[in-house]
């Protein structure tokens, strides 16, 4: 659900960049007066999963659309909504900055829609009154599935309103909000499950990480915290540079709905801000999406259909490199509100 420049007028994304920011500053405030230091290292090797997990799609079935695992929910029930936006926020601006995932204009609207639904809605207003007192197995995979689904929900359709609000008449409202909803249904099902699974292990390794579950009770036997943030580690690693090569080769529930509606995947770009802003950035990108730079002469000859697996140097090494970003960006976030928060003691 990562939005092209081409999908906004510069009003619209502007403004979604003023919110984000103010959004970031807020966290940043909030996590300066309660910021374990302790969560840093957590929060870092976190964002380096999320990251390495949304470069797979999966194949949504009978439909030709895959999606990607937001992170969002994952996020904020481990770390808090505060640090969970802080994470989500660096974690797309990487993409963006890096591998040209997602428009530079479009950057405030994708963390809007991936940050805020889960982070600061889903999160406190669904998955936390669920899973009170201790819950079980059961409880964590309905709460996950319900509060993934809503919060995607409400991603999919903050993206039809960005289009609508920036008039893209080639993507009429009623058509659009109806092809993405249903196919990011699906893909909130996938992520539901996704996320209990990791809340389920988290929780049994680290339980006071968890408010309703009581600090007393001791790790799993073998288990320290060391050893969860080197498993984090070893998964964003194993899938970041490996298992990126099985992704779905068929767009993704973006892409999908706006071929449905305009026949093609992709909005005609347009002079003005967001051509200036696509040159900057293929200046940044050196791997642009998460592979290496391609000649004219490859581009031009482009055309056939992706071989799968997609077994590809150059994503191996933009899975691997960008989650070590990841977490030398959030590190560094880390570091600075320590650094003011000790200055102000």
């Known amino acids: 659900m990562h939005m092209a420049d081409a999908l906004l007028s510069p009003a619209v994304g502007a403004t979604f960049w003023a919110g984000t920011l103010a959004t970031i500053a807020y966290c940043s405030k909030k996590l300066k007066e309660n910021l374990d230091e302790k969560s840093i290292p957590l929060m870092g090797v976190l964002g380096a999963f999320i990251f390495a997990a949304q470069m797979i799609n999966f194949t949504i079935p009978a439909t030709g659309s895959s999606g990607h695992l937001g992170g969002g929910m994952i996020l904020a029930i481990i770390l808090g909504p505060h640090a969970a936006f802080l994470v989500m926020a660096s974690v797309l601006t990487v993409q963006s900055l890096f591998f040209a995932d997602g428009g530079l204009l479009a950057l405030g609207c994708n963390i809007w829609n991936l940050g805020i639904y889960p982070c600061f809605i889903a999160y406190p207003l669904i998955y936390k009154p669920l899973t009170r007192n201790n819950p079980g197995n059961g409880r964590i995979l309905f709460a996950s599935l319900l509060s993934s689904g809503i919060g995607l929900q409400m991603g999919a359709f903050s993206v039809v309103i960005e289009t609508l609000l920036s008039g893209k008449s080639e993507l009429p409202f009623g ?92 909005l005609p770009e347009k002079d003005g801000i967001v051509s200036v802003l696509k040159r900057v ?23 056939a259909a992706p071989s799968w697996p997609g077994v590809d140097m150059g994503t191996s090494l933009s899975g691997i490199l960008g989650a070590l970003i990841v977490i030398g960006v959030i590190m560094i976030i880390g570091v600075g509100i320590r650094a003011v928060r000790r200055n102000k003691s």
């Open 175 to 266: 058509t659009f909000l109806l092809l993405m909803q249903p196919i990011h249904l699906g893909i909130g099902i996938v992520e539901g499950i996704v996320t209990a699974g990791v809340i389920g292990y988290v929780r049994t390794v680290r339980p006071e990480l968890f408010e309703s579950v009581p600090s007393s009770r001791p790790l799993a036997a073998g288990i320290s915290p060391k050893n969860v943030l080197v498993t984090f580690v070893i998964l964003a690693a194993i899938t970041g540079g490996a298992l990126s090569w099985f992704a779905s080769t068929f767009p993704d529930g973006l892409e999908w709905s706006i071929e449905k509606v305009y026949g093609k995947a992709e």
């Open 281 to 303: 950035q293929e200046k940044i990108a050196f791997l642009p999406d998460y592979a290496f730079k391609k000649s004219e002469n490859e581009i031009k000859q482009e055309g």
